[in-house]
């Protein structure tokens, strides 16, 4: 079953005048999208009216600001500019191709034969770029498969792994390091069923601040 997570922008769940100055920032807002959406959970993200029967100024700025950081982090996806390669695709049916990891639909998957459940699927480009947000999606309507994954960035000749974590789902998106490659590599380290992804997407935030958790979910 899907998750929620509730929360309110402000310290309680009704408008009182004396916690306008404690409504969370549009950076604490993008933190929270990161840490539930970013997780594969639904955000029920409580605004509640003032006195007057409107969102309170600053509750409406903090909004604002949050959408704005939003459209400038996912505006673009740089994982388009690549050429795709994956090490194995389902019975070699375009219907399963790689590209579809890249199309920004939910409706096509990338998928592998039934056997195949550790596969790869790299992104390669014509000169390194630089990231640090990516997203991953399963095709849910097959289920959640996927039980552990790793991303790897060519460096030096060799792979190194930059991220881990477990399960993906309805969308995970780790933020971290900034990473600068000319190929990346999704690593499906385990899965119950032969994997069907989704989405596979790599992002630049603008605002990113290198003093940060580069931890998963971030």
């Known amino acids: 079953m899907p998750a929620e997570v509730d929360v309110s922008i402000r310290p309680g769940w009704f408008y009182h005048a004396s916690e306008d100055e404690r409504v969370r920032t549009s950076e604490d807002l993008v933190d929270l ?7 594969g959970a639904g955000l029920l993200l409580n605004v509640p009216p003032d006195r007057r029967g409107r ?3 600053r509750d409406a700025a903090s909004l604002a600001g949050m959408k704005a950081r939003l459209d400038a982090i996912f505006g673009a996806d740089l994982a388009r500019r690549a050429e795709v ?4 695709v389902r019975g070699g049916d375009a219907r399963f191709a790689p590209e579809n990891a890249l199309d920004g639909r939910r409706d096509t998957y990338w998928a592998t034969d ?5 596969p790869t ?4 480009f014509a000169a390194p770029i630089a990231f640090d947000v990516v997203s991953l999606r399963e095709f849910l309507p097959l289920g959640q498969r996927v039980d552990a994954w790793a991303l790897d960035a060519w460096e030096g000749g060799a792979w190194r792994e930059f991220a881990r974590g477990q399960s993906i789902g309805n969308r995970y998106l780790w933020r971290g390091e900034r990473q600068r490659a000319e190929r990346v590599r999704l690593r499906i380290v385990a899965a119950a069923a032969c994997p069907a992804i989704a989405e596979f997407a790599l992002h630049r935030d603008p605002g990113h601040d290198p ?3 580069a931890g998963g979910g971030r």
Not at 34 to 39: P, T
Not at 85 to 88: G, I, Q
Not at 114 to 118: C, E, L, P
């Open 55 to 57: 969102i309170h100024e």
């Open 211 to 213: 003093g940060r958790d």
């Open 85 to 88: 390669v994956a090490s194995d």
């Open 114 to 118: 039934d056997s195949v459940t550790m």
């Open 33 to 39: 999208y990161f840490q539930s959406v970013g997780r």
């Open 121 to 124: 699927l790299e992104l390669c």
